[in-house]
């Protein structure tokens, strides 16, 4: 069997009932789908999957990419409006400033599924869809320990602040790294998940602390950025890192023994079950699901099961 996750849970919060939109579906009608940018593997994979699924179902689709951007987002839910979208699959740009664009879509009664990040209100969404973060920052905190040791200083690379996920694998981090005194975190840089701000971000903190033993990242991207200028400083043997999202790339670093794991985010589970709870929204005004906050567990990547991919973020089982 072929998964991309191992489970799924639902969190306490709205339900997911709700009508309108059912007299459309039965025609089919597009799906329009916003990401972040496809440029990231996991963005890429998130937006090839939804529209995939939405083939197999009866439904037009069109990928679009918001880069982060709420103007641009707002933009793209205003063209999904005009072209009659019959729903759209979401990524948000910003957990507080996409709710706008939520209402927005929601005033012209097109139901929007939220996938991968959350926004700071429930009750508009029909479901959000999302990876268990904290599950997975405390998965990869525990195994950068086993790698780095415990003690020694360390870096590390975060997130956009505009995206609840940054704080939350953050926070999960500290809990695990929290209990070694002796490991000492002695830097931190925003990098924004991109792989070139990973590698400048990680030169900067390279000048400052150039006796690190490891740096935990909040995505893959960023890791792998800091693992090419590690290369260039000559220090790569000396420094462990740590990833977190489960792409191609992270996963060919860590059967190279240049990563030390990455945490595999179901992306291509919940981007599927995302256009499945939108179709049977639109069939039967339900979506269900028994919450509107869905967590989908993460896995531990590491050189025991990297080999065991199927495909982009797919592990068997």
């Known amino acids: 069997m072929t998964v991309s996750a191992c489970s799924s849970s639902s969190s306490p919060s709205a339900g997911s009932g709700g009508t309108g939109g059912a007299t459309s579906a039965s025609k089919g009608g597009l799906i329009t789908i916003i990401v972040n940018d496809p440029a990231n593997p996991y963005w890429q994979t998130e937006g090839t999957v939804a529209a995939a699924e939405a083939k197999t179902l009866g439904y037009t689709s ?29 990524d948000p ?10 209402k927005k879509a929601n005033a012209a ?38 790698d780095v040791g415990e003690k020694g200083t360390y870096v590390e690379l975060l997130g956009a602040p505009s995206d609840n996920n940054a704080a939350t694998r953050s926070n999960g981090y500290l809990s695990v790294l929290s209990q070694y005194p002796t490991l000492k975190e002695v830097g931190k840089e925003v990098a924004n998940w991109d792989r070139t701000q990973g590698h400048d971000k990680m030169q900067t903190l390279l000048q400052a602390h150039p006796d690190i033993t490891g740096v935990i990242a909040g995505n893959d991207e960023m890791a792998l950025g800091a693992i090419t200028a590690l290369k260039q400083a000559g220090k790569l043997a000396q420094v462990k890192v740590g990833g977190f999202d489960g792409s191609p790339d992270a996963a060919a670093a860590v059967k190279a023994g240049e990563m030390q794991y990455t945490v595999l985010q179901p992306v291509a589970t919940f981007a599927k079950k995302a256009v499945q709870q939108a179709d049977s929204f639109l069939k039967t005004g339900k979506t269900g699901a028994d919450a509107e906050k869905q967590s989908f567990d993460c896995i531990l990547v590491t050189t025991a099961n990297v080999g065991d991919f199927t495909g982009p973020f797919t592990l068997k089982q």
């Open 62 to 90: 069109n990928v679009a990419a918001s880069k982060g951007d709420t103007n641009t987002e707002s933009t793209l839910i205003d063209t999904a409006i005009t072209n009659k979208s019959v729903a759209i699959i979401l």
């Open 109 to 146: 009664n097109i139901p929007v599924f939220l996938v991968n990040a959350e926004i700071n209100q429930e009750g508009l969404a029909k479901a959000q869809l999302v990876s268990n973060n904290a599950q997975g920052a405390a998965l990869g905190g525990q195994q950068w320990v086993k």
């Open 93 to 102: 740009a910003n957990a507080s400033g996409s709710i706008g664009a939520v």
